[in-house]
Protein backbone atom coordinates (compact mmCIF):
# COMPACT_ATOMS: atom_id res chain seq x y z
CA UNK A 1 0.00 0.00 0.00
CA UNK A 2 1.26 3.45 -1.02
CA UNK A 3 1.94 5.93 2.10
CA UNK A 4 3.61 9.19 2.72
CA UNK A 5 4.50 9.69 6.51
CA UNK A 6 5.80 13.17 7.56
CA UNK A 7 6.48 12.43 11.75
CA UNK A 8 7.23 16.22 12.26
CA UNK A 9 3.43 17.91 12.83
CA UNK A 10 4.92 21.08 14.09
CA UNK A 11 8.57 22.73 13.93
CA UNK A 12 9.36 26.32 14.69
CA UNK A 13 12.24 27.85 14.56
CA UNK A 14 13.91 31.52 14.60
CA UNK A 15 14.94 32.75 11.39
CA UNK A 16 18.26 31.98 10.11
CA UNK A 17 18.32 28.87 11.05
CA UNK A 18 18.42 25.74 9.18
CA UNK A 19 15.26 23.61 9.46
CA UNK A 20 14.69 19.91 8.04
CA UNK A 21 11.25 18.45 7.23
CA UNK A 22 11.58 14.91 7.26
CA UNK A 23 9.35 12.17 4.71
CA UNK A 24 9.07 8.93 4.26
CA UNK A 25 7.21 7.27 1.92
CA UNK A 26 5.90 3.94 1.27
CA UNK A 27 5.20 2.21 -2.05
CA UNK A 28 5.27 -1.27 -4.31
CA UNK A 29 6.12 0.17 -7.53
CA UNK A 30 9.94 0.50 -8.50
CA UNK A 31 9.12 3.75 -10.94
CA UNK A 32 7.04 6.26 -8.80
CA UNK A 33 7.72 10.32 -8.28
CA UNK A 34 7.60 12.06 -5.28
CA UNK A 35 6.65 15.50 -4.79
CA UNK A 36 7.17 18.64 -2.31
CA UNK A 37 4.40 21.38 -1.97
CA UNK A 38 4.01 24.13 0.11
CA UNK A 39 0.68 26.11 1.54
CA UNK A 40 0.62 29.35 2.78
CA UNK A 41 -1.85 30.47 4.48
CA UNK A 42 -4.02 31.31 1.45
CA UNK A 43 -4.57 27.94 0.71
CA UNK A 44 -3.00 27.32 -2.68
CA UNK A 45 -0.71 24.60 -2.91
CA UNK A 46 2.65 25.86 -4.20
CA UNK A 47 4.92 23.37 -6.11
CA UNK A 48 8.16 22.76 -5.05
CA UNK A 49 9.83 19.95 -6.61
CA UNK A 50 9.28 16.64 -8.49
CA UNK A 51 11.71 13.46 -8.08
CA UNK A 52 11.45 10.28 -9.67
CA UNK A 53 12.26 6.79 -8.34
CA UNK A 54 15.55 6.65 -10.30
CA UNK A 55 17.15 10.24 -9.92
CA UNK A 56 18.63 9.84 -7.15
CA UNK A 57 20.53 13.23 -7.11
CA UNK A 58 20.45 15.42 -4.54
CA UNK A 59 19.11 18.98 -5.57
CA UNK A 60 19.45 22.49 -4.20
CA UNK A 61 17.51 25.28 -5.50
CA UNK A 62 18.22 28.59 -3.57
CA UNK A 63 17.71 28.16 0.62
CA UNK A 64 16.09 24.67 -0.88
CA UNK A 65 17.48 21.41 -1.19
CA UNK A 66 16.19 18.01 -1.12
CA UNK A 67 17.94 14.73 -0.29
CA UNK A 68 16.53 11.70 -1.70
CA UNK A 69 17.74 8.17 -0.57
CA UNK A 70 15.20 5.09 -1.76
CA UNK A 71 17.52 2.90 0.89
CA UNK A 72 15.43 4.52 3.69
CA UNK A 73 12.49 5.76 1.70
CA UNK A 74 12.84 9.05 2.64
CA UNK A 75 12.71 12.38 0.74
CA UNK A 76 13.82 14.89 3.16
CA UNK A 77 13.48 18.81 3.00
CA UNK A 78 16.09 21.19 4.17
CA UNK A 79 15.45 24.73 4.49
CA UNK A 80 18.81 27.07 4.70
CA UNK A 81 18.69 30.18 6.94
CA UNK A 82 14.45 31.09 6.82
CA UNK A 83 12.99 33.39 6.86
CA UNK A 84 9.56 34.34 8.34
CA UNK A 85 8.16 33.82 4.33
CA UNK A 86 8.97 30.51 4.59
CA UNK A 87 6.15 30.22 7.46
CA UNK A 88 3.40 27.52 5.74
CA UNK A 89 2.31 24.09 5.65
CA UNK A 90 4.63 21.80 3.82
CA UNK A 91 3.32 18.23 2.09
CA UNK A 92 5.14 15.55 0.83
CA UNK A 93 3.60 13.50 -1.82
CA UNK A 94 3.82 10.28 -3.75
CA UNK A 95 2.25 9.17 -7.07
CA UNK A 96 2.87 6.10 -9.17
CA UNK A 97 3.95 5.35 -12.75
CA UNK A 98 0.88 2.95 -12.85
CA UNK A 99 -1.59 4.61 -11.48
CA UNK A 100 -4.45 4.83 -13.64
CA UNK A 101 -5.34 8.57 -12.02
CA UNK A 102 -2.45 9.94 -14.23
CA UNK A 103 -0.26 12.00 -11.43
CA UNK A 104 -3.32 11.45 -8.78
CA UNK A 105 -1.25 12.43 -5.14
CA UNK A 106 -0.69 10.44 -2.19
CA UNK A 107 0.01 13.65 0.74
CA UNK A 108 1.07 13.09 4.08
CA UNK A 109 -0.09 14.66 6.85
CA UNK A 110 2.09 18.21 6.45
CA UNK A 111 4.64 19.60 8.51
CA UNK A 112 3.75 23.38 9.91
CA UNK A 113 6.69 25.56 9.73
CA UNK A 114 6.35 28.65 11.99
CA UNK A 115 9.35 30.90 11.61
CA UNK A 116 9.70 33.90 13.83
CA UNK A 117 12.08 36.66 13.71
CA UNK B 1 -2.55 34.78 -15.05
CA UNK B 2 -4.20 31.69 -16.29
CA UNK B 3 -3.63 29.48 -12.86
CA UNK B 4 -6.38 26.67 -12.33
CA UNK B 5 -9.54 29.01 -10.81
CA UNK B 6 -11.85 27.62 -8.42
CA UNK B 7 -15.26 29.25 -7.48
CA UNK B 8 -17.03 30.03 -4.92
CA UNK B 9 -13.80 30.67 -2.55
CA UNK B 10 -16.24 29.96 0.34
CA UNK B 11 -19.51 28.27 0.66
CA UNK B 12 -21.94 28.36 4.14
CA UNK B 13 -24.62 25.46 3.50
CA UNK B 14 -27.19 24.06 6.02
CA UNK B 15 -26.86 20.02 6.25
CA UNK B 16 -29.09 18.59 3.86
CA UNK B 17 -28.90 21.11 0.92
CA UNK B 18 -26.92 20.61 -2.12
CA UNK B 19 -23.88 22.24 -3.05
CA UNK B 20 -21.72 22.49 -6.34
CA UNK B 21 -18.24 23.97 -6.94
CA UNK B 22 -16.67 24.73 -10.30
CA UNK B 23 -13.14 24.69 -11.41
CA UNK B 24 -11.53 26.12 -14.59
CA UNK B 25 -8.29 24.28 -14.96
CA UNK B 26 -5.44 25.78 -16.95
CA UNK B 27 -6.08 25.99 -20.12
CA UNK B 28 -4.56 23.15 -22.21
CA UNK B 29 -4.39 20.60 -19.30
CA UNK B 30 -6.07 17.58 -20.34
CA UNK B 31 -6.00 16.21 -16.66
CA UNK B 32 -7.82 17.46 -13.50
CA UNK B 33 -7.91 16.23 -10.24
CA UNK B 34 -10.38 17.03 -7.10
CA UNK B 35 -8.71 16.97 -3.66
CA UNK B 36 -10.67 17.09 -0.33
CA UNK B 37 -8.51 18.17 2.73
CA UNK B 38 -9.76 18.58 5.98
CA UNK B 39 -8.12 20.42 9.07
CA UNK B 40 -4.72 19.13 9.86
CA UNK B 41 -4.38 16.72 7.08
CA UNK B 42 -2.97 16.41 3.83
CA UNK B 43 -5.20 16.56 0.81
CA UNK B 44 -6.89 13.16 -0.06
CA UNK B 45 -7.93 12.39 -3.97
CA UNK B 46 -11.37 12.18 -4.77
CA UNK B 47 -11.21 11.66 -8.68
CA UNK B 48 -9.80 12.17 -11.98
CA UNK B 49 -10.92 13.14 -15.47
CA UNK B 50 -8.41 12.47 -18.91
CA UNK B 51 -10.30 15.41 -20.94
CA UNK B 52 -13.80 14.54 -20.40
CA UNK B 53 -13.56 11.08 -18.92
CA UNK B 54 -13.77 10.45 -15.88
CA UNK B 55 -11.38 7.26 -15.56
CA UNK B 56 -11.08 6.98 -11.65
CA UNK B 57 -13.14 7.44 -8.42
CA UNK B 58 -11.58 7.10 -4.74
CA UNK B 59 -13.80 4.85 -2.62
CA UNK B 60 -14.33 8.72 -0.69
CA UNK B 61 -16.86 9.59 -3.37
CA UNK B 62 -19.83 8.61 -2.26
CA UNK B 63 -22.76 8.41 -3.77
CA UNK B 64 -23.92 12.27 -2.38
CA UNK B 65 -21.07 13.47 -4.64
CA UNK B 66 -20.81 13.89 -8.67
CA UNK B 67 -18.22 15.26 -10.67
CA UNK B 68 -18.72 16.34 -14.49
CA UNK B 69 -16.44 17.29 -16.98
CA UNK B 70 -18.44 17.71 -19.97
CA UNK B 71 -16.71 19.34 -22.44
CA UNK B 72 -13.34 18.38 -21.09
CA UNK B 73 -12.86 22.16 -20.20
CA UNK B 74 -14.36 23.06 -16.31
CA UNK B 75 -15.71 20.76 -14.01
CA UNK B 76 -18.39 20.92 -11.67
CA UNK B 77 -18.62 18.71 -8.47
CA UNK B 78 -21.84 18.53 -6.74
CA UNK B 79 -22.42 17.36 -3.32
CA UNK B 80 -25.97 16.15 -2.59
CA UNK B 81 -27.74 16.13 0.80
CA UNK B 82 -24.74 17.55 2.57
CA UNK B 83 -23.41 16.38 5.96
CA UNK B 84 -21.73 18.24 8.42
CA UNK B 85 -18.70 15.32 7.88
CA UNK B 86 -18.35 17.07 4.38
CA UNK B 87 -17.27 20.23 6.03
CA UNK B 88 -13.23 20.63 4.21
CA UNK B 89 -11.58 22.17 1.49
CA UNK B 90 -12.54 20.86 -1.89
CA UNK B 91 -9.29 21.64 -3.90
CA UNK B 92 -8.86 21.19 -7.81
CA UNK B 93 -5.69 20.68 -9.95
CA UNK B 94 -4.69 20.09 -13.61
CA UNK B 95 -1.70 18.79 -14.94
CA UNK B 96 -0.87 18.36 -19.03
CA UNK B 97 -1.07 14.31 -20.05
CA UNK B 98 2.41 14.51 -20.90
CA UNK B 99 3.07 11.67 -18.52
CA UNK B 100 3.29 10.42 -14.89
CA UNK B 101 5.70 12.50 -13.57
CA UNK B 102 4.32 16.10 -14.52
CA UNK B 103 3.39 18.03 -11.33
CA UNK B 104 -0.32 19.38 -10.42
CA UNK B 105 -1.28 22.46 -10.55
CA UNK B 106 -3.52 23.84 -7.72
CA UNK B 107 -6.16 26.06 -7.27
CA UNK B 108 -6.66 28.01 -3.89
CA UNK B 109 -9.78 25.30 -3.16
CA UNK B 110 -13.30 26.05 -2.41
CA UNK B 111 -14.20 25.77 1.83
CA UNK B 112 -17.22 23.93 2.51
CA UNK B 113 -18.72 24.31 5.86
CA UNK B 114 -22.28 22.79 6.50
CA UNK B 115 -23.85 23.87 9.49
Known amino acids: AQKVTQAQTEISVVEKEDVTLDCVYE???????LFWYKQPPSGELVFLIR??????QNEISGRYSWNFQKSTSSFNFTITASQVVDSAVYFC??????????????FGKGTTLSVSS | DTGVSQNPRHKITKRGQNVTFRCDPISEHNRLYWYRQTLGQGPEFLTYFQNEAQLEKSRLLSDRFSAERPKGSFSTLEIQRTEQGDSAMYLC?????????????FGQGTRLTVV
Open chain 1, 51 to 56: RNSFDE
Open chain 2, 93 to 105: ASSPSTGGDTEAF
Open chain 1, 27 to 33: TRDTTYY
Open chain 1, 93 to 106: ALSEAHHQAGTALI
